[in-house]
């Protein structure tokens, strides 16, 4: 009883604030896009977005869950030329079949048929080895073709069951941040216009792709760097953490011909996940701190935000200690495997 209590408190007293002030501004933003839109909540934050954002927007705009991660995007647009910058370029030491596996969830054996055993061992860092691995990809571009279109197919035509790409309709993506990577690659996926509206972005703007634009916008901060000295961003594990589903990272799609569904597949939980319970009752606690606020027409300032949240993150004994084992989260993209904020800054 006394854990459920303090989780709860630590959602209101710390995430919650958090939640209303993005879902407050995204209410106000989203009455300036067109008629037409539909906002898509991306996985995994997605979980607790569209929860909050039900709170403050019930029914005034449609909305839907969306299941996506970069890595799968990264996948099954693999054989595309204009994907590379934005799925290769990102840091990365190790050997060709590595960087293929923690890049592209490449099996070994799909890699064996891409490269050779030689190639395999190859050493790269990035991004200084961005061409060559480029040069990599076009060789065998039409193997990875072969291996990874007819999943895009089938991830195509889920979101167009989710009007995501009728072109009727102005989607717009809701996430923490922060360079608005999956929404980009979805503009290049669908090949039309595709709206973000972010916590935090390293830049806002439009940004070309493929003969279309990725519309970024920001609630908290843009043009700021990792490591830049903005507290927010550069803690944003402990967000990330807490802001999670209950799967694990999505990583494939499968349709049922027979019955026209589709049946999502995830990989491994965290320990967050896997105690679901604890994390639902600290997002129980802010998500009645959203709802109270909205009611009652309070309204949480960007400063009120960092400051709180540089409290909170910046000393443990803030922390209640029935949360410390929810701060874990993986990082996929990066193949470092599960971070925890509390030993990663030496809390």
Not at 39 to 62: C, I, S, T, W
Request: hydrophobic residues 40%; charged residues 20%.
């Amino acid at each position: 009883m006394l854990k459920n209590i303090s989780l709860y408190d630590f959602g209101y007293n710390f995430l919650g604030p958090v939640l209303s002030r993005y879902v407050s501004v995204v209410s106000e933003k989203l009455s300036q896009l067109p008629e037409n839109k539909k906002v898509f909540h991306l996985a995994r934050e997605g979980y607790a977005l569209e929860k909050a954002f039900d709170h403050v927007m019930p029914n005034n705009v449609p909305s839907a869950y969306l299941n996506v991660s970069r890595v799968f995007l990264f996948r099954i647009m693999a054989d595309v030329d204009a994907s590379w910058p934005l799925s290769v370029k990102h840091g990365f030491s190790g050997t060709l079949a590595q960087f293929l596996h923690a890049r592209f969830a490449f099996s070994q054996q799909e890699i064996d048929t891409l490269v050779s055993g030689e190639q395999q061992e190859k050493t790269l860092v990035l991004p200084d080895d961005y061409n060559n691995v480029c040069s990599i990809l076009k060789a065998c571009q039409h193997k990875i073709r072969e291996l990874v279109k007819p999943t895009r197919d089938v991830y195509l035509r889920y979101l167009d069951t989710l009007g995501f790409a009728h072109h009727d309709v102005t989607p717009v993506v809701l996430d923490v941040g922060y360079s608005g990577t999956i929404q980009k690659l979805l503009t290049l996926l669908v090949e039309k216009e595709v709206h973000g509206i972010y916590m935090i972005t390293t830049q806002t703007g439009s940004v070309a792709l493929g003969g279309n634009n990725a519309h970024i916008d920001h609630v908290f901060k843009t043009d700021v760097k990792m490591g830049g000295g903005y507290t927010l961003l550069d803690r944003s594990m402990f967000l990330e953490a807490l802001l999670t589903a209950p799967n694990g990272q999505f990583v494939d799609i499968i349709e049922d011909g027979n019955t026209n569904t589709f049946h999502f597949c995830y990989g491994k939980k965290t320990y967050t996940q896997e105690n679901f319970s604890d994390l639902d009752t600290v997002l129980s606690g802010a998500l009645s701190c959203v709802e109270h606020a909205h009611n009652h027409h309070i309204h949480y300032s960007l400063n009120d935000i960092e400051t709180l949240f540089a409290a909170y993150v910046t000393q443990r004994n803030l922390l209640p200690r029935a949360s410390w084992p929810l701060f874990v989260f993986d990082d996929a993209i990066s193949g470092e495997g599960n971070v925890n904020p509390l030993s990663f800054f030496g809390l």
